[in-house]
């Protein structure tokens, strides 16, 4: 009996030891993550850094954030804040408005819809 009790309990041992929960992949992370991990270096949510505030960004017009120096090109753009235009600027800034002051880009798909749901969230909408 105590061998089999020993041999059951070895084997449930090495059963639950070689069960691991799979790590998240970069494209996995949610959006406030990926908000944080790619955009947090210069943008916040609620104070503007080298970057403006990013919260209720959707639905915003472009270059409208009072107090923040954002390029000519961008005051100019007429742009709108949706889902199309987010991933569009996030994909490549410098296609959608020629002249901008931000020279970086998020080339997963996948994080590009994370990171636009979180800040769509983040904006009430």
Known sequence: MIRWTAFAGFA??????????????????????????RCGGCHALDR???????????????GKVDGFQYSDALKKSGIVWDDAK??????????????????????????????IAFLKQASGK
Do not use: C
């Open 12 to 37: 449930l041992l090495v059963a639950v030891s070689s069960f691991t929960i799979p790590a998240r992949s970069q494209e996995q992370m949610d959006g406030k993550s990926l908000f944080l991990k």
């Open 48 to 62: 503007d850094k080298e970057g403006p505030r990013l919260g209720r960004v959707y639905g915003r017009t472009a």
């Open 86 to 115: 987010l991933d569009q600027w996030l994909t490549d800034t410098d296609k959608l408005v020629p002249g901008n002051d931000m020279t970086f880009h998020v080339e997963s798909p996948t994080e590009r819809r994370e990171i």
